[in-house]
T-cell receptor, first 113, second 111 residues
Framework: QKEVEQNSGPLSVPEGAIASLNCTYSDRGSQSFFWYRQYSGKSPELIMSIYSNGDKEDGRFTAQLNKASQYVSLLIRDSQPSDSATYLC?????????????FGQGTILTVHP | SAVISQKPSRDICQRGTSLTIQCQVDSQVTMMFWYRQQPGQSLTLIAT?????????ESGFVIDKFPISRPNLTFSTLTVSNMSPEDSSIYLC????????FGPGTRLTVT
């Protein structure tokens, strides 16, 4: 059973702070890792993908991957109230599971002014 | 990224009936999937919609309950059959390659 676990949250940070979201996964053969943002009443929106160990930066977002520790994280710098949403970690295992995503339970982030 | 539309956006149905949800992608895509998101929960994969062949279902989901069609590389349907209140969920299709993009979802309420 492939599992993806996220820090339980909810997470509340002040505007301008760094929000740190964490995720661990059980399948050591996992190939691809994604962060989705889901606003209330909306569908998930892909915000970051990462495939190799290290950091990947895109604007205020940085994804970090450590395959040895089976750990992936998302940092949001200079957090804004508009970042308030549920963040979903998703993992894809490749091979016969190409494209199939296993999701964590999500972390609710609230950024307060 | 693919642009995905779904119809209907929401519906209220009586138990014992069936609903067919349509998913349309603006470009040809390799992979299409159907997910369910129960209230307050994360997403669970129902099945892979295979073009030209039978869908591949995940554990706990069966073809008789969730028949899926994929007649071409841009379109798929999911039917929720013989519905019960436990089927009340948001149903989402996704499409793409290794990066998957989601449609807006269909909010189903079964009374």
């Amino acid at each position: 059973q492939k599992e993806v676990e996220q820090n339980s949250g909810p997470l509340s940070v002040p505007e301008g702070a760094i929000a740190s979201l964490n995720c661990t996964y059980s399948d050591r053969g996992s190939q691809s890792f994604f962060w989705y943002r889901q606003y209330s009443g909306k569908s998930p929106e892909l915000i970051m993908s990462i495939y190799s160990n290290g950091d990947k930066e895109d604007g205020r977002f940085t994804a970090q991957l450590n395959k040895a520790s089976q750990y992936v994280s998302l940092l949001i710098r200079d957090s804004q109230p508009s970042d308030s949403a549920t963040y979903l970690c998703a993992v894809e295992s490749g091979g016969t599971s190409y494209g199939k995503l296993t999701f964590g339970q999500g972390t609710i982030l609230t950024v307060h002014p | 990224s693919a642009v995905i539309s779904q119809k209907p956006s929401r519906d209220i149905c009586q138990r014992g009936t069936s609903l067919t949800i349509q998913c349309q992608v603006d470009s040809q895509v390799t992979m299409m999937f159907w997910y369910r998101q129960q209230p307050g929960q994360s997403l669970t994969l129902i099945a892979t919609a295979n073009q030209g062949s039978e869908a591949t279902y995940e554990s706990g989901f069966v073809i008789d309950k969730f028949p899926i069609s994929r007649p071409n590389l841009t379109f798929s349907t999911l039917t929720v059959s013989n519905m019960s209140p436990e089927d009340s969920s948001i149903y989402l299709c996704s499409a793409g390659g290794v990066e998957q993009y989601f449609g807006p979802g269909t909010r189903l309420t079964v009374t």
